[in-house]
Structure formats: C-alpha cells, structure tokens
C-alpha cells in the first residue's frame, strides 16, 4: 500500500459501470477542460499541441491535468443505477477511480484531435462545449442502460489521501521514469537505514 492511493495496481476499472456514469463523467470532463483550455488561453504562445496535451492527459488521474478524477466517488442511485458525487479532497485511486478515467478515455477516444482543434480555433462557452461533446460528437448523454444491470454490485469506500501523499506519490511516480529499475518504498516497508552501521 502505497503513498496517495499507488496500491491501486491490484484494482482494475469496471467496465460494466461505464455506461452509467458516462453521461455525468462527460459533463464534469468538458468542465474541467473548459477551465484548463482558458487557462492555456491565458499563456503567451500557445498552440494547438497544447490543447491536444490538454485532452490526452485529462482522463489521466496520476496527471495535473486529470487531478479531478480521484476526488470522484460513484454511489449507487435508484433511478440511474450509478452516479458520480464530487468530493472536497482527493482519495486514494482504486477500482471507482479507474472507473471514471475509463468513462473518461472511452468520450474522448475517437474525437480527442477534433475535440483539441476546436478548442485552439475558438472559445467555446462552457454549456455549448458540454452539449457538443456529449450529445452530438458523443453518444455520452444519449444512451441509458437498464439499471437492473447492477445487480449484486458492492460500493468502494472513498477513503481521503493527504496532499503530502499524494505530492510523495507524485514524487515517487517520476523517479520510477528516470529509473524504472529502481525499488519504490512506502511509509510502511520504508528501510530503517537509521540503523545500519556505517
């Protein structure tokens, strides 16, 4: 068990869920990529590989640009089946977590280069870019599952992870790609090197 959710390798995304949180995944995504296109809108130079980094990072939770997906939680929900509930902190990135940015990867999977040139050609408003991607380039918002579908499913706790954890997770996640050979520790099998002998 890792610093800020990185024992999350033993959890795998659940694909089953998609269809019941795509819609909602789709509206929170296009806020989140509304906020950070205008944000790129803002930095002298930009270019359209910025927005199209934008869109490719977006649905990864381990990235800046994605750091909304782990404070999703998925709760279960009489009429939809399934619904997504924004938290006020980050937890750690487990099967829900993977979930989401599978939901996520799935809206953006065939129209991410479409989707990046609009947002370099203009400025789209917030509920405009949410309609377009989620109900016409998209069938995100317009297809609804039958909620006996979820039968038998078990609810993921959220469980909150610290700002420290998860900038030593970060931290952790970047030494691996300078050196992947290298052996990570957490706070529970970190060495006792305290006591060794010189």
């Not at 009429?79 to 997504?84: T, V, W």
């Not at 509930?85 to 989401?100: A, F, I, L, N, P």
């Not at 952790?172 to 970190?190: A, L, T, V």
Request: charged share 35%.
């Amino acid at each position: 068990q890792g610093f800020g959710g990185d024992d999350s390798n033993s959890h795998k995304a659940n694909k089953k869920e998609v269809p019941f949180i795509l819609c909602e995944v789709c509206h929170e995504a296009m806020k989140q990529v509304h906020r950070q296109a205008e944000d790129i809108r803002g930095t002298k130079g930009f270019g359209e590989g910025d927005f199209q980094a934008l869109i490719e990072k977006v649905c990864e939770p381990e990235e800046d640009a994605g750091s909304w997906i782990d404070k999703i939680d998925i709760v279960d929900d009489e009429q939809k089946g399934l619904a997504i509930e924004k938290q006020d902190s980050h937890g750690k990135c487990r099967s829900e977590c993977k979930t989401v940015a599978l939901a996520c990867t799935d809206i953006f999977e065939d129209i991410d280069t479409e989707v990046a040139e609009l947002l370099y050609t203009q400025s789209v408003e917030p509920s405009k870019l949410t309609k377009r991607v989620c109900n016409k380039m998209t069938k995100a918002c317009t297809k609804k599952p039958a909620v006996k579908g979820l039968k038998g499913r078990v609810n993921e706790e959220f469980e909150e992870v610290s700002d420290k954890d998860r900038d030593i997770a970060k931290l952790m996640r970047e030494m691996q790609k300078i050196s992947p050979g290298m052996q990570m520790f957490d706070k529970d099998n970190m060495p006792d090197l305290g006591n060794e002998e010189l």
